[in-house]
C-alpha cells in the first residue's frame, strides 16, 4: 500500500454482521444485553472492591483495574453499532474510523498486559506466600498500573500515526470488527508465570494443600484462556477464510463476550467478592 494519505477518503462503510434487515433488530437487541451486562457486571466489580476493606489488596486492586478497562474496552465499539443500526446507517467517518481504533488499541492492549501483571501477582502468591506483601507493596502495584497504561498508550499512538500514512484505494467497505493481535511480552510473561507457579504446586505434598493453591489462581486462569484461545480463534479465522462473517463472529468474543464473562468468573468462584456483592445488596441506599 503507497505512503501518503488519500484525503479525498472521509468515511467508510461498515459491512456489519447481516445484511437481512429482518435480523437488525434481533442484533442489536442481544448487542444492548450484552453490553449493559458488561458495564453493570464490572461496575459491581468495582463498587465491591472500593468498598470492602478487606478487598483492599493487590489481587482486588488489579482485578478492578481490569473491570475498568473491559468497560471501555466495549464502550469503544458497541455503542457506535448500535447507533448505526438504530438509525439504519453504516457510515463511520474517517476521524472516527482512527479515533475509534485508537482507543480500541489502548484498552486491547490494557487488558492484555493487566492479565500478565494478574498472572505475577499469583506467582508471587503462591511461590513466595511468607513475602508477599512486601513484594507486591502498594508502590510497587500502582508502577506496574502505570507502565501498562504507558506502553498501551504508545503502542496505540505508534499504531494510529503510521495508519495516518496510509492511501486508500476506492474500496470504502471494511468489516464491523476488529482483529488485533498485540504482541508476543504479555503472554509470555503468563506462561512463565504459570510455569513457575505449576512447578510450585507440584512440590506440594498434600493434595488439599495442592487444591488451596491453585484456587487462588483458577479464576484469573479462566479469564486468561478465554482471552488469549479467543484472539488467537480471531487471528487464525482471519487468515483461513476470506470471510469477513466467521472472523466477526470470532472477534466478538473477546470484544464483546469475554468482558461480560469476566465478572461472573471472579464472582462465582470467589468467596470474597461475594461477600461484599451480598453487603452491597443488603445495605439501604446511603448506608454505604
Known sequence: METGNDTQISEFNLLGFSKGPELQPLIFGLFLSMYLITVFGNLLILLA????????????????????????????????????????????????????????????????????????DRFVAICYPLNYMVIMNPRLCGLLVLVSWITSVLHSLLQSSMVLH???????????????????????????????????????????????AFSTCASHLSVVSLFYCTS??????????????????????????????????????????KRALKRIVATPPGGL
Open 166 to 212: 496510509l492511501s486508500f484505494c476506492t474500496e470504502v467497505e471494511i468489516p464491523h470488527f476488529f482483529s488485533v493481535l498485540l504482541g508476543g511480552v504479555p503472554l509470555a510473561g503468563v506462561l512463565y508465570s504459570y510455569s513457575k507457579i505449576v512447578s510450585s504446586i507440584r512440590r506440594i505434598s498434600s493434595a488439599l494443600g495442592k487444591y488451596k
Open 49 to 120: 472492591v472500593s468498598s470492602d476493606s478487606r478487598l483492599h489488596t493487590p489481587m482486588y486492586f488489579f482485578l478492578a483495574n481490569l473491570s475498568f478497562v473491559d468497560i471501555c474496552f466495549t464502550s469503544t465499539t458497541v455503542p457506535k453499532m448500535l447507533w448505526n443500526i438504530q438509525t439504519q446507517t453504516k457510515v463511520i467517518t474517517y476521524e472516527g474510523c482512527i479515533t475509534q481504533m485508537y482507543f480500541f488499541l489502548v484498552f486491547a492492549g490494557l487488558d492484555n498486559f493487566l492479565l500478565s501483571v494478574m498472572a505475577y
Open 232 to 273: 488467537l480463534g480471531v487471528y487464525l479465522s482471519s487468515a483461513a477464510t476470506q470471510s469477513s462473517h466467521s472472523s466477526a463472529t470470532a472477534s466478538v468474543m473477546y470484544t464483546v463476550v469475554t468482558p461480560m464473562l469476566n465478572p461472573f468468573i471472579y464472582s462465582l468462584r470467589n468467596r470474597d467478592i
